[in-house]
């Protein structure tokens, strides 16, 4: 059995001092419905587990995009001397 959904008024925001938007408590409604969430908590572990998903595969792109500079800049000093020798 599948506890019921929690009420709009639990998703209020004490940072923000407002309510949850109609749209935003609809798409909690059917991420409630599709996990088959039994409590507001493994709703929010839920939240937590996405929410450090995200933020791993952010750094990973940076991380993968650092060391392509990191390569180009390497190959630009590579190359610097023999620029230098055609000012000389």
């Known amino acids: ?50 929410d450090v998903l995200l933020l791993a595969d952010v750094f990973e792109q940076f991380q993968k995009f650092a060391w392509k500079i990191i390569i180009w800049t390497f190959f630009i000093m590579l190359q610097l001397p023999d620029s230098l020798g055609m000012f000389a």
């Open 1 to 50: 059995m599948q506890a019921a959904q929690a009420v709009q008024a639990e998703f209020y925001s004490k940072l923000n001092d407002s309510e949850i938007s109609d749209d935003d408590y609809e798409r909690a409604q059917s991420i409630w419905k599709h996990f088959g969430m039994k409590s507001m908590r493994v709703y929010h572990d839920l939240y937590l587990k996405t």
